[in-house]
């Protein structure tokens, strides 16, 4: 990339900052509304903490650089394609990605798209991104996986702070089963997830289901 196509592409990924997660969505919109709404770079910025965090704690080697990389650039084409509720609205999660796979895959050609007009105008460094973005999404690799893991591990972390335990009893529900997708990849993940998930099941305050 030459200096203007840098100053272009990080223009571009400002918008990151500025998407907002959770808002609107089932559940989440019947919540008192925080002060401020978390970003989705601020989820990339803990996934990229949590990598270097667990790195010496997981049971085979981690190419830290290149899983930095994938989870700094694992949601920018979130930009263009938008964030997607797992919940759907059905709050199940099985009219959205999460459990409906015409609409995974629907979801998956939209970022696939976004993904190509962000990073392939950047020639040789933007094919580069790309082909990390898609190795993580696909699962490629150990650290792919990792990545993936860990990005359901940040969403267990975020819940938690922001409920503090107040939950809808299906929401808390499809936030368990729904993160069962980190588990499998490591032992050290599987330990992180049991205890978030405890912490979750443990200071659950069920809050009146409003036909969610």
């Not at 981690?62 to 994938?70: E, F, Q, R």
């Not at 700094?72 to 999660?93: K, M, N, R």
């Not at 007009?117 to 973005?133: C, N, R, S």
């Not at 997708?181 to 049991?194: E, M, T, V």
Request: aromatic share 12%; with cysteine.
């Amino acid at each position: 990339m030459n200096l203007e196509e840098i100053f272009d592409f990080l223009t571009v990924a400002e918008g990151l900052k500025k998407l907002e997660r959770y808002k609107g969505f089932v559940y989440w919109r019947d919540y008192p509304f925080p002060q401020r709404y978390e970003s989705v770079a601020d989820h990339s910025w803990r996934l990229a903490l949590l990598v270097i965090v667990v790195e010496k704690k997981l049971h085979q080697k981690l190419d830290v650089d290149k899983a930095l990389k994938m989870a700094l650039v694992h949601d920018i084409p979130e930009i263009i394609a938008g964030d997607a509720s797992p919940l759907g609205e059905s709050g199940t999660g099985d009219d959205s990605h999460s459990f409906n796979e015409k609409i995974a895959q629907e979801r998956f050609k939209r970022e696939c798209n976004a993904a190509e007009k962000i990073f392939l105008p950047l020639g040789e460094d933007g094919q580069k991104f790309y082909d990390l973005w898609l190795e993580c999404e696909e699962k490629q690799s150990f650290e792919a996986k990792v990545v993936k893991a860990l990005d359901k591990i940040e969403a267990l972390l975020q819940i938690l702070s922001w409920t503090d335990g107040r939950m809808f009893k299906k929401h808390l529900d499809f936030t368990i089963l729904y993160s069962e997708r980190a588990l499998g990849i490591d032992p050290f993940i599987d330990k992180f997830w049991k205890l978030l998930t405890d912490k979750l099941k443990n200071t659950f305050q069920e809050i009146d289901d409003k036909e969610n």
